[in-house]
Each structure stands twice: as C-alpha cells, then as structure tokens.
C-alpha cells in the first residue's frame, strides 16, 4: 500500500484499538509484562556495543539527552531507548561493554555496521561489523550460560543480571538488514546480484531466530528495514542518474530493493509462525513511517530531510572520511565537525547514516500503537499472536 495511504488509516486504526479496548476487557488487561528486552541489530540500535569494541562515538553524539557521548550514533536516543521506556525498564546496555553494566532487566547485542550475513572484510577495510547476527547469537548463548553460572555464586551477579526465567519472558527485538543491502552495493555488485543475496541473507536470519526460540525466546518484535535511497550517506557515495531520484529526492533504485528485503523479510517471518507456533511474531513495518517522514517532512513538522545536521561539506552535509565528531584542519587548528542545524527537534538526519532523537521519538510514536505491525498489535501487547 502506498505510504500515504497508510498514514490516513493510522487515526482509524488508533480509534479501533481503543474502542477494542473499551468494549473488551479482556483485550484491555492484556498487556505484557516483560521483564527483559533482548535487542539484536546495527547502529539502528546500537547502545554502545561498538563503541565498546572499537573506540567511542565521539562529541557531538548523545549531547540532546545524555549530554554526552552514551555509546549511540545520535544526538540522542534511538527506537530501543523508547521501547524500553515504554515498559518502565532502563535503557539497554551493550553486551560488549563492561563497565558500570547491569544487565538485570535485558542486554543489546546490536553493534553499529552489524549485518545479518557476515562480511568478509575488516571494519577499518569496509566499514562493516564483524559482529554479525550470528556472532550477536553467539554472544546471546554465552550471556545465558554464563549468567546462570555467575548467579549461583550469589553476591553482586544477583544484582547485575537477569533471572533465568526472564529469557522466556522477554521481549526480543531485531532491527537489522540495512547494511546487508548496502554492503551489496559498496562492494559494487549490481542489484540483480544484490537482490539474489537476499534468500541466503535472510536463511542465516531464520537460523538465528529459531536458535533463540529453542532457547525459551517467545516473543518476537521486528522491523524491516528504512528507505536507504533517502540517506545522505548513499544519496552522496553511489551513482545516482537524475532520472532516478523521486519527487522526494530519493534514490527510487535502493528503496526498492529495500521494499524487496521488506517484502522477503515479511515472507520469512510468516513462515517462522507457521514452523514455531507457539511464539508470537510482529513485523513492524517501520520503511513506510520513515518514508513519510522524509517524503513529508514539512508536514509533520521536520525540514530538510535529506540533509545531514551533524556533517561536513557537499549538498548533503556529508563527507564520508570527515564523519560526525571528527577534526578537521583550519588555519593550523584542529575544528571539530560539529552540529550545523539550530534546532535539532526539526531535523530528520544526524550524521548523514543516522536519525535524530526527534525523528526516533516521531516513529516510535506511529509505531507503538500497532497501526503499522502485522498483525496489527500494539507494542504493550506483544506477546499474543493475534489482535483478536
């Protein structure tokens, strides 16, 4: 469905919900209560595993909430932050991250350039990394493992760590598949060659959602993937004809092969409800949201959508080896490449890759109340299969 068509159901579909909710009781005390959130992606959701692995995001990153740099590539917080919040849990901390951590309620397996199928590459060779899906899983059993083993011994782990029980309680939430589109890309493969990737790259996704569910995960909620044809970081490294871009000033090529993941992606996880019957699946459709967003921008609130805030140089504000915080040259001094936009509550992008903290809160904000899940469920009642 054409995204601003979805956009006039999502009042309707908001009003449904609560007259469910007043006329069925049941459905109105229903909620979830999940004790843990379990988040596996990239930088979409990356609460500092990178940053932990291989150097931290530097200033100006995190400034609007944390006031300094919080491990994310943001000026703020990210969809997993509101997630968490929205169930009274505290914000996730990295696996990878072993300082000042608790993991009681939940852990964020999610590294920035993570990609569901494995790169054979170096991050500093491809930008890419090397914590994949896979080794995000691997990461994820040795957390259950070694967690139970440290609780028995009592003392400060009972604090720090999750109950046993709670991995079968949780909430496990995947936002990836981003990069694995454009890895196809920046290592100059055609879009036939990308898109007959995809099969291969979403088995490896089935593998790992099935390793989880043999281990008590039950409960699954997961984004497809954002219109990378709108990014400055690809409006300004790929080849783009004139003739390609959208009446928003989109790359029409890499949407599409993004709505072509989405739609494999949606294939997938219905199959996973068909091969896992006791879990409960909900695929949120967050492309559509962050397309409205960008394609009406001024609409909802936000101008240039297809600007970088926090950049250097060019139409898009971007310049890919001069990112986000880091330093250039003037006149003998070392500047650090900082903000360009005022106001950051009308800004869409941060860095040229990522969103800001307005444009996280503004898609949570669409998506928490299920208008764009399928089914149509709302985040606070994830665990059940069916809206009815």
Not at 244 to 261: E, I, Q, R, V, W
Not at 287 to 302: E, W
Request: hydrophobic letters at 35%.
């Amino acid at each position: 469905m054409d995204p601003s068509k979805r956009f006039l159901s999502v009042s309707f579909s908001i009003l449904l919900l609560t007259l469910i909710t007043i006329y069925n009781p049941a459905y109105a005390s229903a909620h979830c209560n999940f004790p843990a959130i379990f988040n596996f992606g990239d930088s979409n959701s990356d609460t500092g595993g990178l940053s932990a692995a291989f150097g931290p995001a530097p200033p100006p990153n995190g400034e609007s909430f944390f006031h300094i740099p919080a491990g994310r590539y943001s000026d703020g917080r990210l969809l997993i932050d509101f997630i968490a919040n929205s169930f009274g849990l505290p914000y996730l901390n990295a696996y990878l991250d072993s300082v000042g951590t608790n993991f009681t309620h939940g852990a964020n397996f999610a590294t920035a350039g993570s990609t569901i199928r494995a790169q054979n590459s170096t991050l500093q060779q491809s930008g890419f990394s090397p914590f994949s899906l896979d080794v995000q899983t691997w990461q994820y059993d040795q957390f259950i493992s070694r967690s139970g083993l440290a609780i028995q011994k009592g003392d400060v782990f009972k604090g720090l760590l999750p109950k046993q029980e709670y991995f079968s309680k949780a909430l496990y939430t995947f936002d990836i598949g981003q990069n694995d589109v454009t890895s196809g890309y920046f290592s100059n493969k055609s879009s036939e060659e990308v898109k007959e990737s995809i099969p291969d790259i979403l088995d490896k996704f089935t593998i790992v959602i099935k390793n989880i569910y043999w281990q008590g995960g039950r409960y699954f909620w997961i984004h497809n993937t954002g219109p990378v044809g709108c990014l400055p970081y690809i409006l300004a490294r790929l080849p783009i004809r004139k003739e390609d871009l959208d009446s928003a000033g989109c790359a029409t090529p890499y949407n599409n092969m993004c709505k072509y993941f989405n739609e494999k992606l949606k294939e997938t996880v219905k199959q996973l409800r068909k091969d896992l019957p006791e879990a409960a699946f909900i695929y949120v459709d967050v492309y559509s949201v962050k397309y409205s967003l960008i394609s009406k921008a001024r609409k909802h609130g936000f101008l240039h959508p297809l600007r970088a805030c926090c950049g250097h140089g060019g139409k898009y504000n971007y310049n890919r080896h001069l990112g986000c915080g880091g330093k250039i040259h003037v006149n003998g001094t070392d500047v650090l490449v900082g903000k360009s936009c005022k106001d950051l509550s009308v800004r869409i992008n941060w860095d040229g890759v990522h969103y800001t903290q307005a444009a996280n809160k503004w898609v949570f904000d669409q998506i928490v109340d299920g208008a764009f899940s399928d089914p149509p469920i709302p985040l606070r009642m994830a665990c059940h299969k069916k809206a009815d």
